[in-house]
């Protein structure tokens, strides 16, 4: 079990990560609040993923941008956490990559971030919505020609190692934090491959048609729709299963319809519908 989740709740300042009244003003500093959900798939062991875990949201919360300019936080938030893993996994020769599904409710705002192939799909009035595009060449033509332009070798569908023959070396994913192997010069001789853990970043206004936002890794979505996984956890949650409950359902009809990667499920609550008892913004994780 390579995958990692994480979750976090907690009121932040607007304006001024330090919390202290700015030099022009006596006025109480103001606070928003932030409901943060991750899942990151591991591959090559799992450190990289718990990495991410562990600091990806520190990062976010601690942004002087946050509430101001969500997105470049967001984007930020990626690229020191990127940057700290590159320290460390350079330390000890660690070759580890994972992706990263981050949603960060803002007070009536919804901004992702996500690089890899687990993806986030919106439940909008009843419909499937994903928020980003998954960063696998099987299944998003686009970043081939992104590799390609950017120097990289493309061999089946995935990116070959830039120095070492891409039949023999090669991943899956386009874009992940981590893989320092295909990154590095260290491991490339400088060469490029077109790997980059540049996030695809949406912020999204909440309208109030927006019922729950699913969060999962590609064990889930390689065997299960978008829209038969938000219908299977609406007309649950509409019966008043809880999250928890729902997150492993939907983990189990992964299993059984021929997943045989890990399986991370998260469901986020952004509005309250019928039968639901757990107050909005929550949510719950099941993991195979």
């Known amino acids: 079990m390579e995958d990692a989740h994480s979750y976090d709740r907690r009121k932040i300042p607007k304006g001024d990560a330090s919390g202290e009244p700015s ?16 899942v990151f798939d591991g591959h090559g062991g799992s450190r990289a993923a ?10 976010l919360a601690q942004h002087p941008e946050l509430f101001d300019n969500p997105t470049k936080a967001m984007a930020d938030s990626f690229a020191a956490t990127e940057a700290g893993w590159t320290t460390e996994a350079l330390q000890h020769d660690w070759m580890d990559g994972t992706t990263a599904a981050v949603a960060a409710m803002l007070d009536s705002r919804l901004v992702v971030g996500n690089v890899g192939d687990s993806e986030l799909v919106l439940c909008c009035a009843s419909k499937a919505l994903p928020l980003t595009a998954v960063h696998n060449m099987k299944k998003n033509a686009s970043e081939i020609e992104r590799v390609k332009a950017a120097g990289g070798k493309v061999h089946s569908n995935r990116v070959g190692h830039p120095k070492f023959n891409p039949a023999v070396i090669s991943l899956g994913v386009s874009r992940a934090i981590g893989d320092f192997a295909f990154k590095h010069e260290k491991y490339t001789d400088g060469k490029p491959s077109g790997l980059v853990a540049d996030p695809e970043v949406a912020l999204r206004e909440l309208t109030g048609e927006e019922q729950f936002l699913i969060i999962g890794c590609d064990g889930l979505w390689d065997v299960v729709e978008h829209q038969q996984a938000v219908d299977v956890a ?55």
Request: aromatic residues 4%.
């Open 23 to 38: 030099a022009q003003t006596t006025e109480p500093t103001r606070m928003g609040e932030m409901c943060f959900f991750g």
């Open 234 to 288: 609406l007309t649950s949650l509409n019966k008043g299963a809880s999250v928890t409950e729902v997150s492993q359902e939907l983990g189990d009809l992964a299993s059984k319809l021929g997943s045989r990667d890990n399986i991370t499920v998260m469901i986020m609550l952004l509005d309250s519908i019928a039968g639901m008892q757990s107050p909005a913004p929550g949510g719950s994780v099941g993991t195979l």
């Open 50 to 59: 718990n990495y991410t875990q562990e600091h990806l949201c520190e990062h």
